[in-house]
T-cell receptor, first 115, second 109 residues
């Protein structure tokens, strides 16, 4: 499978614990995005990278959240001191400027449950 | 404000009937709009984008700037069209997608 992959697919954690998610984009895609999706809602943008540079961050991304993309390949999203409100599906997407467009290809998501 | 509104959370039609999923947007810039679909147990995938002006799986969508709408249409629904559909707006510069809350389409046999 050469699509976007995410690990783990499911994570259950206790409130106050730290969690880290990984996203592997499609090879050679220079842009990588993180979104969060809660039940009954569409995905909401969190942040995006062009290569290793983090270029945009949503106000949803509180100081407990940090994202990195070392070397412009895979990315990690860490949530510190998790809260029950962090329970959601975390989606990763990647894109490249092929054909002059930046179509975003999504991964399967990581479902986080904070108990 | 940048916003995408899908007024119907649920839509149910019979096989062979026409389908229209509504999408309205609010955006001060030049809009670039997409429809994404998520079939059961699959990942979110692009269905079509307005700049392509193409028909995918029998679906079409026309951007109406006057009405700020981008409704998705199909003349004859098929059972395999049952899925969750999201309308999305690309914010230039930030390169982020703003999604509507989605419409769950169910095609009854």
């Amino acid at each position: 499978d050469t699509g976007v992959s995410q690990d783990p697919r499911h994570k259950i954690t206790k409130r106050g614990q730290n969690v880290t998610f990984r996203c592997d984009p499609i090879s050679e895609h220079n842009r990588l995005y993180w979104y969060r999706q809660t039940l009954g809602q569409g995905p909401e943008f969190l942040t995006y990278f062009q290569n290793e540079a983090q270029l945009e961050k949503s106000r949803l991304l509180s100081d407990r959240f940090s994202a990195e993309r070392p070397k412009g390949s895979f990315s990690t999203l860490e949530i510190q001191r998790t809260e029950q409100g962090d329970s959601a599906m975390y989606l990763c997407a990647s894109s490249s400027p092929q054909g002059g467009t930046y179509e975003q290809y999504f991964g399967p998501g990581t479902r986080l449950t904070v108990t | 404000a940048q916003r995408v509104t899908q007024p119907e959370k649920l839509l149910s039609v019979f096989k062979g009937a026409p389908v229209e999923l509504k999408c309205n947007y609010s955006y001060s810039g030049s809009p670039e709009l997409f429809w994404y679909v998520q079939y059961s147990r699959q990942r979110l995938q692009l269905l079509l984008r307005h700049i392509s002006r193409e028909s995918i799986k029998g679906f079409t969508a026309d951007l109406n700037k006057g009405e700020t709408s981008f409704h998705l249409k199909k003349p004859f629904a098929q059972e395999e069209d049952s899925a969750m559909y999201y309308c999305a707006l690309l914010i230039q510069g930030a390169q982020k997608l703003v999604f509507g809350q989605g419409t769950r389409l169910t095609i009854n046999p």
